[in-house]
């Protein structure tokens, strides 16, 4: 911030005027409303991104929009072959809460790893999509993992992965690759309701039909990843910030209602 000191034609008034500089994924002005990213129509505003193809190109016309939803269908497909997808929004964020609804359905497509059941996430702070390898799984960044219940056994959702990256949690530096959060388990096709407030590279919490199920700080990038190290610069690793994407990761599922809403920093 640069402050510019004027005086006026009365003696002794002083004007201040401040003007306030944006860096580079900068948040929008904030706002009590929430603003839709995805019109209900077509994937206007988001960019995929499939291993093994070039950014932009949605192959197998695995992301659409059917019937008002975002859908990541396997239609197309006869074999998963670890096409790992992402959807990027166009609009990197720093203070936000997002908020979305999504439901898994059908079966996983064939070939898919068998952790990827039901299986699908929401990535914050992650690098820009034009800065991913050509073969690069998964972009560096923070997933919120979603998860949907086997039909018998305990399976929470709203837990965190970190592809490329470590938190602090519990005044620890947290650095297993993922851990559970203390969500019930969603059985068969229903909608759940998530909610990811996120706070720069302070507070994170993620929110499931409303109640808070796992908090963690100071997201980061590790150092000991590949696909990391080529972000860090002047030895800096902490995460302020990035960009959002939907995951397509082999089981078919639905997205809805997906919009955000601002925070001051």
């Known amino acids: 911030m640069r402050i510019r000191l004027f005086w006026s034609s009365h003696p002794l008034v002083l004007l201040l005027t401040v003007f306030a500089f944006a860096c580079v994924g900068a948040d929008p002005p ?3 409303k929430w603003t839709p990213l995805f019109n209900g129509k077509d994937l206007a505003g988001w960019t995929p991104k499939f ?3 070039e950014l932009g190109e949605n192959y197998a016309n695995t992301f659409r929009v059917e019937d008002g939803l975002l859908r990541v269908a396997y239609d197309n497909y006869t074999n998963f072959d670890g096409r790992f997808g992402h959807l990027f929004y166009r609009t990197p964020y720093s203070n936000y809460v997002l908020r979305l609804e999504y439901r898994f359905v059908g079966r996983q497509t064939p070939g898919g790893p068998g952790w990827a059941l039901r299986n699908s996430g ?4 992650s690098q820009p999509p034009a800065s991913m390898g050509k073969d690069q799984d998964f972009p560096v960044s923070i997933e919120v993992q979603l998860l949907g219940g086997d ?3 305990p399976r929470p959702t709203g837990n965190l992965c970190t592809p490329g990256t470590h938190v602090v949690m519990q005044g620890k530096l947290f650095t297993p ?3 559970n959060s203390r969500s019930p388990t969603f059985h068969g096709e229903q909608w759940v309701k998530a909610e990811i407030e996120v706070r720069g590279n302070e507070r994170i919490v993620h929110r499931i039909n ?3 199920v796992l908090e963690y700080e100071r997201p980061q990038l590790d150092p000991g990843d ?3 190290r080529k972000l860090i610069r002047d030895d800096n690793l902490m995460l302020h910030g990035g960009y959002l994407a939907l995951q397509a990761e082999s089981h078919p599922v639905d997205f809805r209602n997906v919009e955000i809403r601002p925070l001051s920093p």
């Open 30 to 32: 904030t706002t009590e």
């Open 51 to 53: 291993k093994g193809f």
């Open 122 to 125: 929401v990535m914050i702070h």
């Open 151 to 153: 039909g018998q056994n």
């Open 177 to 179: 690759h993922c851990v």
């Open 210 to 212: 409303g109640e808070a």
């Open 226 to 228: 590949g696909d990391a």
